[in-house]
């Protein structure tokens, strides 16, 4: 196990293709807003989204000192969420020069998401799930640990509302914003 929440531990199990965000593709993003870090709401009509938009899609964030759920690193593709979000931090120039937006989703609270944000300076907002409005509306793939009910690891690229590439799974997390932007300069609009 690694004390630095910016990389992964070796052998993690590698998350397989189960097909649950096959359907994704080619889908309008419902009429839906959602609480971001920054205090606002995020709406995901056309009219407020002139940019691209990647939105990466994750399970749980640790917390310093709180201890992840039973058997989290044996499960594929939970392991990785906070180096991922460092990954996406890391390039996010980048992305800003390739005019796209950048959002992290997951179904903690928007308060939970707050101290993450903070804690690792991010220049993105989180967006905060917590009510599945996004599951319900596009089926998107879930899990259960515990008493949980959280996200599989998935990334979107959505231009004029539509969502024109899905990545699923993502592996491995902390290397994946560069697999997002390499798809981004080849499919420029």
């Known amino acids: 196990m690694t004390n630095n929440y910016k990389t992964l ?9 189960d097909g649950e965000a096959a359907h994704l593709e080619g889908l309008q ?17 056309t009219n407020s989204n002139p940019e691209k938009l990647v939105i990466y899609v994750y ?16 499960i594929p593709g939970t392991r990785g969420c906070t180096p ?10 980048q992305f800003k020069n390739l005019n796209t937006q950048v959002f992290g989703l997951s179904t903690q609270t928007t ?3 707050s101290a993450l944000k903070n804690r690792l300076h991010l220049p993105f907002d989180l967006l905060s799930d917590s009510d599945f409005k996004l599951k319900k509306a596009l089926s998107l793939p879930t899990f259960q640990v515990g008493k949980l009910i959280l996200y599989k690891r998935l990334t979107l690229i959505i231009e004029n509302n539509m969502i024109k590439k899905v990545f699923y799974p993502v592996f491995p997390p902390n290397q994946h ?6 798809w981004l300069k080849c499919h420029p609009s």
């Open 9 to 17: 531990p070796e052998e993690l199990p590698v998350p397989i293709d």
């Open 29 to 45: 993003l419902p009429d839906i807003s959602l609480p971001t870090t920054s205090g606002q709401h995020f709406s995901f009509d």
């Open 59 to 74: 399970p749980l964030t640790g917390q310093p000192d709180v201890a992840l759920p039973d058997g989290w690193d044996e």
């Open 84 to 93: 991922q979000a460092c990954d996406f931090s890391d390039h996010y120039q």
């Open 111 to 113: 308060e939970y998401q």
């Open 177 to 182: 914003a560069s697999q997002v932007l390499d």
